[in-house]
């Protein structure tokens, strides 16, 4: 149902880097819409990790940081960390009838 | 500090209608776009619509058009979301959040910050 698609898992061993991948089309990202990061501990509220593409919030550190190219973005962690365990899904706005509001399927992100 | 806090879990049998609530703090209410999402157990996110607090105004996801009604009241700074004709399948937790944009036009929007959720079920 989603319509931004993400690797379902993804993982790395402390201090490593790891990217999740958002796919979408020419009628959310692929048409210049900004693509939107959160991360999600187990049994909380998602949060704010990128906004616009490529900002940070205050409080999120730079080691989180995002990219957008064409129909695609992705979210970068470097020097991962054992807290950084959770699930991250991408949001985007679309312009089609699944819109206006689209999520992506979610990664959960593991440190080995 | 920008607060949204919700009311609390529901027990709701089919065909039954629930109302959330999302009251909001440390900031001005009418000012921001308030969202409603939804996340069955063990899924992903999946966004129901918008209200704008200044007009009323709303725009639902087709999925929900129809099922779907979001209100306002500005004298308590209270946003809510009612879901009817509940299903099995609407069993999942319900959030508010805000679009941090202020005055802002529906389009790129966002999130943040959210609500603690409201977990929603439904079972004979």
């Known amino acids: 149902q989603s319509v931004l698609t993400q690797p379902p898992s993804v993982s790395g061993a402390p201090g490593q880097r790891v990217t999740i991948s958002c796919t979408g089309s020419?009628?959310?990202?692929?048409?210049?819409?900004?693509v939107h990061w959160y991360q999600q501990l187990p049994g909380t509220a998602p949060k704010l990790l990128i906004y616009?593409?490529?900002n940070r919030p205050s409080g999120v550190p730079d080691r989180f940081s995002g990219s957008k190219s064409g129909t695609s973005a992705s979210l970068a962690i470097t020097g991962l960390q054992a807290e950084d365990e959770a699930d991250y899904y991408c949001?985007?706005?679309?312009?089609?009838?699944?819109?206006?509001?689209?999520f992506g399927t979610g990664t959960k992100v593991t440190v080995l | 500090q920008v607060q949204l806090v919700q009311s609390g879990a529901e027990v709701k049998k089919p065909g039954a209608s629930v109302k959330v609530s999302c009251k909001a703090s440390?900031?001005?209410?009418?000012?921001?776009?308030m969202h409603w999402v939804r996340q069955a157990p063990g899924q992903g996110l999946e966004w129901m619509g918008w209200?704008?607090?200044?007009?009323?105004?709303?725009n639902y996801a087709q999925k929900f058009q129809g099922r779907v009604t979001m209100t306002r009241d500005t004298s308590i700074s209270t946003a809510y979301m009612e879901l009817s004709r509940l299903r099995s399948d609407d069993t999942a937790v319900y959030y508010c959040?805000?679009?941090?944009?202020?005055?802002?036009?529906?389009?790129?929007?966002?999130?943040?910050?959210w609500g603690q959720g409201t977990l929603v079920t439904v079972s004979s």
């Open positions: 959040a805000r679009d941090p944009r202020i005055a802002a036009r529906p389009g790129n929007f966002w999130f943040d910050p």
């Open positions: 440390g900031y001005t209410f009418t000012g921001y776009y």
């Open positions: 209200i704008n607090p200044n007009s009323g105004g709303t």
């Open positions: 020419s009628s959310n990202i692929g048409a210049g819409y900004d």
């Open positions: 616009g593409n490529s």
């Open positions: 949001q985007s706005y679309d312009s089609s009838l699944s819109g206006p509001g689209v």
